[in-house]
Nanobody
């Protein structure tokens, strides 16, 4: 059974930092593209950042320079370091594992809530 388990969310004041973790079991993440998505109340889920198997990263414009995605394949874990948090970053953050081969399955975690107070 594949599980992606997010942790590290919580309540933080604007300007603060949080580090999210996504621990994976049941799959080896090395060949997967790993990503963080978020969904705020009343809005669609959207990509925050992703990191390919070769380490290349991609960020949504509003988080560039503030968030950093990284992966530790040895620990089967992906991280999202979030600095200078803003109230508009408030959302449920989801971990995603996307296969790079045709026919592979995509996996999602259940999410962790990040609340940024002003």
């Amino acid at each position: 059974q594949v599980q992606l388990v997010e942790s590290g969310g919580g309540l933080v004041q604007a300007g603060g930092s949080l580090r999210l973790s996504c621990a994976s079991s049941g799959i080896i993440i090395r060949p997967y593209g790993m990503g963080w998505y978020r969904q705020a109340p009343g809005k669609q889920r959207g990509l925050v950042a992703d990191i390919h198997s070769d380490g290349k990263t991609n960020y949504e414009d509003s988080v560039k320079g503030r968030f950093t995605i990284s992966r530790d394949n040895a620990k089967n874990t992906v991280y999202l370091q979030m600095n200078n948090l803003k109230p508009e970053d408030t959302a449920v953050y989801y971990c995603n594992a996307k296969p790079l081969w045709v026919g592979g399955m995509e996996y999602w975690g259940k999410g962790t809530l990040v609340t940024v107070s002003s």
